[in-house]
């Protein structure tokens, strides 16, 4: 806390690297095993910096920016879901994503999983998913078989 936070730092995509607030290159290091990129200033640099106290406080004065592998995709995805027509979409989501969800935990058991292991687990989900697909195509036959548009099959009237 009281430094400067990541967005501070520029990030140049064509040299790849990070710039300070005192514009000084935070070069790429290396990858970690979680996927993110570290990009480490050089201590000697930043040793006279008159930001140093609001940028880092290690003993070594050395600045470590992380970025992961996939932020441009997470870029692209947040400015996506910023845009006007993003945000409409968004709000769609309570009326089909979350709704299924809901339905699936009250009505199917999704609450609690019944067994244990993935392939368990997996078993149960699609299971649901089918359950709530059947619901899904009997109500609309049935609609349409009201409103007259399709003659009623003995398959239709199984359903």
């Known amino acids: ?3 400067f936070p990541k967005w501070k730092f520029e990030y140049d995509a064509k040299r790849n690297v990070y710039r300070c607030p005192a ?11 979680k996927g993110y990129r570290q990009y ?8 006279h910096c008159p930001l140093l106290s609001q940028c ?3 003993r070594n004065h050395r600045k470590v920016v ?12 947040r400015s996506n ?19 299924s969800f809901a339905d699936a935990k009250e009505l199917h058991g999704f609450r609690y999983c ?5 392939p368990n687990v997996r078993e149960q989900a699609l299971m649901t998913a089918a359950v709530q697909n059947m619901k899904k195509m009997a109500i609309h036959l049935d609609h349409l078989e009201k409103q007259g ?4 099959s003995p398959e239709t009237r199984a359903l």
């Open 1 to 3: 806390q009281g430094l």
């Open 23 to 33: 514009q000084q290159e935070l070069p790429y290091r290396t990858t970690d095993r």
């Open 40 to 47: 480490a200033s050089d201590p000697a640099q930043c040793q």
């Open 56 to 58: 880092t406080q290690p």
């Open 66 to 77: 992380t970025r992961h592998v996939w932020e441009d995709s997470k870029e692209w995805v």
């Open 81 to 99: 879901r910023l845009s006007p027509s993003g945000k409409k979409l968004y709000r769609k989501r309570k009326e089909t994503i979350e709704r």
């Open 114 to 118: 019944r067994l244990r292991g993935l």
């Open 149 to 152: 548009d399709t003659p009623a």
